[in-house]
Nanobody, 122 residues
Framework: QVQLVESGGGLVQAGGSLRLSCAAS????????MGWFRQAPGKEREFVAA????????YYEDSVKGRFTISRDNAKNTVYLQMNNLKPEDTAVYYC???????????????WGQGTQVTVSS
């Protein structure tokens, strides 16, 4: 069992930055792949980024490549999403999730956080 709590969302102007954090609890956290997903109003949930359990491999949705960076600190049981050069289209509720393996498919993630709102103004 893994429990996840996101934080760090907020309101930022286009071009600005935010760093999201996801604090995890559970005995198996260090062996979980972690992902970030987002959902904008009226839209489907979409994959943003994922990282393997060791932090060695990361995957990104094309629209965030070069702008977002996913990382994790297993000693702190925390995964991060550094978001730079934010755009209005990044506005969404961002969720972190845990899976047995890194994947872009949300349905393969077993645990989800409550989400944190990111709003980017133009």
């Amino acid at each position: 069992q893994v429990q996840l709590v996101e934080s760090g969302g907020g309101l930022v102007q286009a071009g600005g930055s935010l760093r999201l954090s996801c604090a995890a609890s559970g005995r198996t956290f260090s062996r979980n792949a972690m992902g970030w997903f987002r959902q904008a109003p009226g839209k489907e949930r979409e994959f943003v980024a994922a990282i393997d359990w060791s932090g060695s491999i990361a995957y990104y949705e094309d629209s965030v490549k070069g702008r977002f960076t996913i990382s994790r600190d297993n000693a702190k049981n925390t995964v991060y999403l550094q978001m730079n050069n934010l755009k209005p289209e990044d506005t969404a509720v961002y969720y972190c999730a845990a899976a047995t393996r890194p994947t872009t498919e949300g349905r393969k993630y077993d645990y989800w956080g409550q989400g944190t709102q990111v709003t980017v103004s133009s």
